[in-house]
């Protein structure tokens, strides 16, 4: 994959907003990305009618949607408050050892850190503690999550340094059946969809639904072209350039 260009360029279409990222060349291909400005999507709205208003006036055959986890989680307010969850010993003491995320919030948040006890129980977390520790002293980095399972690398906020005020008091828990919402999606508006966890250190594909080719797709948007600023840019329309 190579770069054509350095910059973003924001323009308005059919009555749309979005930056056009960087082209990019995928095995001889080459692909545009708008980045679609939203609203401040907020919990129990339409992921159908968020399509609609944003995406559906620049689509055409073809195109590849990539959504980011989450708006689909907003959508689906898989989500919990921070008034909600009760600290604990164990949280407090632990969250001291754990390391600080650049990407996000981490296991040194101690709200995060009740909420994956929450989850997945104590008896685990203490055993996934153990087998992070190992891991680490191997140079192996991810065991923690692995072994807590519950989808807890998935949890995103409780983030103090969030410019959205929003997510200071929230957890959003990761989208539900992934896999569904694309093919709920696809078989509404016919277009080749997908969901994914992404941030500057790296993109996980959690549900898609008739991508052409999910090899492809990921290098497309492996520099995260959805970004991590305040600009609201969770949706990206992949267009092939002629």
């Not at 930056?19 to 060349?25: G, K, S």
């Not at 559906?56 to 980011?68: F, R, V």
């Not at 008034?83 to 650049?102: F, Y």
Request: aromatic content about 10%; charged content about 25%; proline content about 4%.
């Amino acid at each position: 994959m190579e770069n054509r260009n350095s910059t973003s360029i924001k323009k308005t279409e059919k009555g749309v907003t979005y930056f056009e990222r960087p082209t990019v060349i995928v095995d001889g291909q080459e692909y545009r990305r708008l980045a679609i400005q939203t609203h401040f999507v907020q919990r129990k709205e339409s992921y159908f009618e968020l399509y609609a208003k944003y995406v559906e006036p620049l689509a055409e055959a073809g195109d590849i949607l990539s959504w980011s986890e989450k708006i689909i989680t907003l959508c689906q307010d898989h989500t919990v408050d921070i008034e909600d969850v009760k600290l604990g010993w164990w949280a407090k003491n632990l969250s001291k050892l754990a390391t600080s995320n650049d990407a996000g919030i981490a296991m040194d948040e101690p709200y995060k850190l009740q909420l994956a006890i929450n989850l997945a129980g104590l008896p685990r977390i203490l055993f996934a503690v153990f087998c992070g520790g190992v891991g680490k002293i191997l140079g192996k980095n991810g065991w923690f999550y692995k072994v807590a399972g519950h989808n807890i690398a998935g949890i995103d906020g409780f983030y103090s340094r969030s410019s959205f005020k929003e997510y200071h008091t929230m957890a959003m828990l990761g989208p539900r059946e992934p896999d569904r919402v694309c093919i709920e999606l696809y078989e509404r508006f016919a277009i080749a969809n997908a969901i994914v966890d992404a941030n500057d250190f790296g993109c996980v594909l959690l549900g898609s639904a008739q991508l052409p080719d999910k090899e492809v797709f990921m290098k497309i948007i492996k520099d995260n072209p959805a970004g991590q600023s305040d600009e609201m840019t969770p949706l990206i329309l992949i267009k092939k350039k002629n």
